[in-house]
């Protein structure tokens, strides 16, 4: 497998997946093990799941224990494309995982609305103003700011490609949580299972996960326990042991 300068391969031992990083361009982190692990499966040979800014391919991957039909990211960055495709290659999966290197905007242009049953998305999580500072890295300004497309466009493009009752999973900024419960019921999407992950017992939750339905009730929505990422020792705690390494014999 050929590797550019300064691009690596590291593995996400739980389910044995190898996925190319570049501390330069994008490197996965545990926001993105976060959203496969909180995904629900799709057990059907003809299902579809799509991760909307998909980076370098890492949760669509980390999902194909999960997922048994097809799973398709979307990711607008060549370079960021180029690393999950040759990811795809790394794992041989060719037949069940493809990347489309498109605007988002475009999606439905390439899949067709209402087709879709699961769509996940881990997104830039802060907006694009005048004020915010943003990275002088091109790659990861735009992995991290709403700069080539805002949080109500995914939404509304998730809502779009799902089928009704299919499920969209996100992992955002608890702060934005408000926001993002407003833009899914503006789109048909109704948030259903809610679930916060704290650095530290004791700490303030860092990230939100959401679980919502196109078309659902709008109301019944689940908290579930918390995820605690860090022992007081600074060692992972249990259950992030088991998410990052599968389960000891």
């Known amino acids: 497998m050929k590797l550019y300068e300064n691009e690596r391969i590291d593995r996400l031992y739980s389910n044995e997946v190898g996925i190319i990083q570049s501390a330069d361009v994008f490197s996965f982190s545990l ?9 629900s499966g799709l057990r059907k040979k003809e299902g579809r799941l799509v991760d909307l800014c998909a980076g370098n391919g890492a949760v669509g991957l980390f999902l194909t224990k999960k997922v048994t039909g097809q799973i398709i990211g979307v990711e607008v960055q060549d370079r960021l494309a180029d690393m999950a495709k040759r990811s795809i290659e790394l794992n041989d ?11 988002l905007d475009k999606a439905t242009e390439f899949i067709k ?54 499920k969209a999973y996100f992992i955002h900024r608890p702060e934005r949580a408000a ?3 407003e833009l899914m019921r503006k789109h048909r999407l109704a948030p259903k299972k809610v679930q916060l992950v704290h650095p530290k017992a004791g700490k303030e939750a860092n990230m939100i996960l959401i679980e919502a339905i196109k078309d659902g009730r709008p109301n019944g929505i689940r908290f579930m326990p918390a995820i605690i990422v860090y022992k007081d020792s600074d060692e992972y705690t249990p259950l992030l042991r088991e998410i990052l390494y599968g389960k000891s014999e």
């Open 31 to 39: 926001d993105a093990v976060l959203l496969a692990s909180f995904t």
């Open 93 to 103: 999966l060719e037949d069940r995982v493809q990347i489309l290197n498109i605007d």
């Open 113 to 166: 609305k209402d087709s879709v049953d699961i769509v996940t998305c881990n997104p830039p999580y802060f907006s694009n103003l005048p004020t915010s500072k943003k990275n002088d890295n091109p790659y990861l300004a735009i992995a991290r700011h709403e700069i080539s497309v805002n949080l109500e466009r995914i939404i509304e493009v998730a809502s779009d490609l799902l089928k009704m009752n299919g």
């Open 179 to 181: 926001e993002i419960f």
